[in-house]
């Protein structure tokens, strides 16, 4: 219901349609294993769309960033994977722990 209103009213002067197809979108996907799909699918072949998600993705709550998230394509995922490791390298370098705590003797 949400998705059907929210493209009739995306038009509209209203600011509803937006909200409301983003509503439809993630009830949708939380409830369908085709809709994930689907989704998936037009995130891999759309940049704007991904990106956009992306954005709804850090504006929303936990349960509905990770119903999202799971809709992410394998190559988003393998480089938000790589850049997480390599985050987790660096603050592990002795100079990251000297930066954390200079006065810290067995550094």
């Known amino acids: 219901m949400c998705l059907i209103v929210g493209l009739l009213t995306v038009w509209t002067p209203l600011p509803t349609g937006i909200p409301l197809i983003a509503i439809g979108t993630v009830l949708a996907v939380s409830v369908s294993s085709t809709a994930r799909t689907m ?13 956009g ?8 709550g936990r349960n509905m960033a990770t119903m999202l998230k799971r809709t992410r394509p ?12 390599a985050a987790n390298a660096a603050l592990k370098s002795p100079r990251a722990r000297r930066l954390v705590d200079p006065s810290d003797p067995s550094v």
Not at 53 to 60: M, N
Request: net charge positive; charged share 30%.
């Open 74 to 85: 394998l190559s988003r995922k393998l480089a938000a994977r790589s850049a997480l490791q």
């Open 53 to 60: 998600l992306v954005i709804v993705e850090t504006k929303t």
């Open 39 to 51: 989704l998936k699918s037009m995130r891999h072949r759309s940049g704007i769309v991904d990106r």
